[in-house]
């Protein structure tokens, strides 16, 4: 189950990374496509693996390992997405500095639990 909820969340890091481009690539329908198919997947995905808390057959420790393992390439995404936001698109500019904020917390305080 732990390559599930693993493979699970690298599809969450890989829907902020290009959710983060999309100043750049907003122009080509394939990426509007491939961006709601994903997210579509990811939704269902999500809600199967809400049900598989409660049944119990998927252990929150699974999901919090996971978690950590791309909590990295998710920070990177998100200053990523609020670089590129600020020069292309400064609609979505405070978005991504929340969710900088929301990351680094994340970051931050794994670093402070270690020590």
């Given at each position: 189950?732990?390559?599930?909820?693993s493979?699970?969340?690298?599809?969450?890091a890989?829907?902020?990374?290009?959710?983060?481009?999309e100043?750049?690539?907003?122009k080509?329908?394939?990426?509007?496509?491939?961006?709601?198919?994903?997210a579509?997947?990811?939704?269902?995905?999500?809600?199967?693996?809400?049900v598989?808390?409660?049944?119990?057959?998927?252990?929150?420790?699974?999901?919090?390992e996971a978690?950590?393992?791309?909590s990295?390439?998710c920070?990177?995404?998100c200053l990523?997405g609020?670089?590129?936001?600020?020069?292309y698109?400064e609609?979505?500019?405070?978005?991504w500095?929340?969710m900088?904020?929301?990351?680094?917390?994340?970051?931050v305080?794994?670093?402070?639990?270690?020590?």
């Amino acid at each position: 189950m732990k390559n599930k909820v693993s493979l699970a969340n690298a599809g969450f890091a890989l829907f902020l990374l290009f959710f983060a481009l999309e100043p750049l690539l907003c122009k080509w329908d394939a990426y509007w496509y491939a961006l709601c198919g994903l997210a579509v997947v990811l939704g269902v995905v999500l809600v199967a693996g809400i049900v598989g808390i409660f049944r119990r057959k998927v252990s929150t420790d699974d999901c919090m390992e996971a978690i950590k393992k791309h909590s990295p390439a998710c920070f990177v995404f998100c200053l990523l997405g609020a670089a590129l936001s600020y020069v292309y698109d400064e609609q979505m500019f405070y978005f991504w500095i929340f969710m900088v904020v929301l990351e680094g917390s994340d970051f931050v305080a794994r670093l402070f639990k270690k020590a």
